[in-house]
């Protein structure tokens, strides 16, 4: 199914022209549960990994603080598995019971602690974009990233690491078949379920702390509004900056390109750590398509024909994926040269 943005509440550029040379497009990604295959764009499926290359690892310490929460990632599926045959029993028999004897039996054991593991993490696949399906920026001659993390909070990152591979596509002959996977996780949280994306492009706009001081002040400003007929945009927000933040501003969800979204921090300097170049938005890897205040955002279909999202998830989190309790992970690249180190900013 193709997923398809509402139109904005109206022009925002109509009543602020200075916004206009400042429209970037965005690519929502609009992820959602499936089959994915090497070949595809998606989020946690398997990836176009050359047989004969390394699968990564991560070497840094781990905290076995964690040990009472950490599951394989096999418990997790299962877990996963139990609670949507609960959920689907009860929507069908609202006098069902609403866990089997053996469904109890599994919860018992999955309740159990999980061994701490010592040993080199293999990371796990986030996301693979093909350049065909997907706009991003990429080195010369790439059409393929693939994105993988550890699932683990570090240290001075309360959040997975994540690391790129640039590929061109072609010149993956044979495909590694069986890639490890982490003994442990830290919680189902950095456990992708598995996705395809369905990609929209859109016109994304500037957070308002990314605006001059005036343009802010001229955005605050109800008589700036007038125009604009209270119906337009009061089923939106309770005020015009709550408006062109959560409609229309920076896209929510799942996205390449477009803007940073910005929430507890004011904007800070992203500069490229090997040349000093500005970094770009890469790739927003979201703990919601929406929240309260971007519900103008939630796709039409989603609307006419809303597709319940997996059991524990909120707002649309298809990919059940929770970075630090709803707060997304943006990378960033350099726009001169995409290989260089990337950017991690959680907002």
Same mark, same amino acid.
């Given at each position: 199914?193709?997923?398809?943005?509402?139109?904005?509440?109206?022009?925002?550029?109509?009543?602020?022209?200075?916004?206009?040379?400042?429209?970037?497009?965005?690519?929502?990604?609009?992820?959602?549960?499936? &089959?994915?295959?090497?070949?595809?764009?998606?989020?946690?499926?398997?990836?176009?990994?050359?047989?004969?290359?390394?699968?990564?690892?991560?070497?840094?310490?781990?905290?076995?603080?964690?040990?009472?929460?950490?599951?394989?990632?096999?418990?997790?599926?299962?877990?996963?598995?139990?609670?949507?045959?609960?959920?689907?029993?009860?929507?069908?028999?609202?006098?069902?019971?609403?866990?089997?004897?053996?469904?109890?039996?599994?919860?018992?054991?999955?309740?159990?602690?999980?061994?701490?593991?010592?040993?080199?993490?293999?990371?796990?696949?986030?996301?693979?974009?093909?350049?065909?399906?997907?706009?991003?920026?990429?080195?010369?001659?790439?059409?393929?990233?693939?994105?993988?993390?550890?699932?683990?909070?570090?240290?001075?990152?309360?959040?997975?690491?994540?690391?790129?591979?640039?590929?061109?596509?072609?010149?993956?002959?044979?495909?590694?078949?069986?890639?490890?996977?982490?003994?442990?996780?830290?919680?189902?949280?950095?456990?992708?379920?598995?996705?395809?994306?369905?990609?929209?492009?859109?016109?994304?706009?500037?957070?308002?702390?990314?605006?001059?001081?005036?343009?802010?002040?001229?955005?605050?400003?109800?008589?700036?509004?007038?125009?604009?007929?209270?119906?337009?945009?009061?089923?939106?927000?309770?005020?015009?900056?709550?408006?062109?933040?959560?409609?229309?501003?920076?896209?929510?969800?799942?996205?390449?390109?477009?803007?940073?979204?910005?929430?507890?921090?004011?904007?800070?300097?992203?500069?490229?750590?090997?040349?000093?170049?500005?970094?770009?938005?890469?790739?927003?890897?979201?703990? &919601?398509?929406?929240?309260?205040?971007?519900?103008?955002?939630?796709?039409?279909?989603?609307?006419?024909?809303?597709?319940?999202?997996?059991?524990?998830?909120?707002?649309?989190?298809?990919?059940?994926?929770?970075?630090?309790?709803?707060?997304?992970?943006?990378?960033?690249?350099?726009?001169?040269?995409?290989?260089?180190?990337?950017?991690?900013?959680?907002?």
């Amino acid at each position: 199914m193709s997923f398809t943005t509402p139109p904005r509440p109206f022009d925002v550029t109509a009543l602020f022209p200075q916004l206009a040379p400042l429209a970037r497009t965005a690519t929502r990604l609009h992820p959602r549960p499936g &089959s994915p295959t090497v070949h595809d764009s998606s989020v946690g499926g398997p990836l176009l990994w050359p047989a004969h290359e390394p699968w990564p690892h991560c070497d840094e310490p781990h905290d076995s603080g964690a040990a009472s929460a950490v599951r394989s990632p096999d418990d997790i599926r299962l877990l996963r598995r139990i609670r949507a045959a609960s959920a689907e029993r009860l929507h069908l028999d609202p006098e069902a019971p609403e866990w089997t004897s053996e469904e109890l039996e599994t919860l018992q054991r999955l309740k159990a602690d999980r061994p701490w593991f010592d040993g080199r993490i293999p990371l796990l696949p986030v996301a693979q974009l093909y350049a065909r399906d997907i706009p991003f920026p990429r080195p010369p001659g790439v059409d393929l990233l693939q994105v993988l993390w550890c699932p683990f909070d570090h240290a001075e990152r309360p959040h997975p690491s994540t690391a790129l591979f640039w590929r061109s596509s072609a010149t993956v002959v044979d495909v590694l078949d069986a890639p490890p996977e982490p003994p442990i996780v830290q919680d189902g949280s950095y456990l992708p379920e598995p996705c395809l994306f369905s990609p929209e492009q859109v016109t994304d706009f500037p957070h308002p702390r990314e605006l001059d001081e005036e343009l802010r002040g001229q955005l605050d400003d109800m008589s700036r509004w007038e125009s604009i007929a209270p119906a337009q945009y009061i089923s939106c927000a309770d005020d015009p900056g709550e408006l062109y933040l959560g409609s229309l501003s920076t896209a929510p969800g799942w996205k390449t390109g477009g803007w940073t979204s910005w929430g507890d921090i004011d904007p800070v300097d992203r500069p490229c750590p090997e040349c000093g170049t500005e970094e770009v938005p890469l790739l927003t890897i979201a703990s &919601s398509e929406w929240d309260g205040i971007s519900e103008s955002w939630i796709a039409e279909q989603d609307r006419t024909t809303p597709a319940p999202p997996p059991l524990g998830a909120r707002d649309g989190n298809f990919t059940l994926i929770d970075i630090v309790g709803g707060y997304n992970l943006q990378l960033h690249v350099c726009p001169d040269d995409p290989s260089h180190p990337h950017i991690e900013l959680v907002q």
